[in-house]
């Protein structure tokens, strides 16, 4: 399974996956602009997306994303915001 950029993304789309899912880690792929090695930044408990000790800018492990059916969401400990639809 791949995460690709929704259109309402801030960056905008992307034909290429930010993201690949391996045994429910994130690791970030082809499409991602900060790619720098092959660990996973995110893991995948109970909905949310919390990071993962590999992660480069966030070390403690909080939810970033929530996960709705098919797609993935900003949850209260994105950077950002969770008021953003992505």
């Not at 309402?8 to 789309?13: E, M, N």
Request: glycine share 10%.
């Amino acid at each position: 399974m791949y995460f690709y950029l929704d259109p309402a993304h801030p960056v905008g789309i992307s034909g290429r996956p930010w993201f690949r899912v391996k045994d429910g880690k994130l690791f970030p792929d082809v499409g991602h602009p900060k790619r720098v090695d092959f660990k996973p930044w995110f893991v995948i408990k109970d909905g949310l997306v919390y990071t993962a000790e590999d992660h480069p800018e966030e070390k403690k492990s909080r939810a970033w994303f929530r996960v709705e059916g098919s797609k993935v969401f900003p949850h209260m400990g994105h950077p950002d915001g969770h008021g953003i639809r992505a």
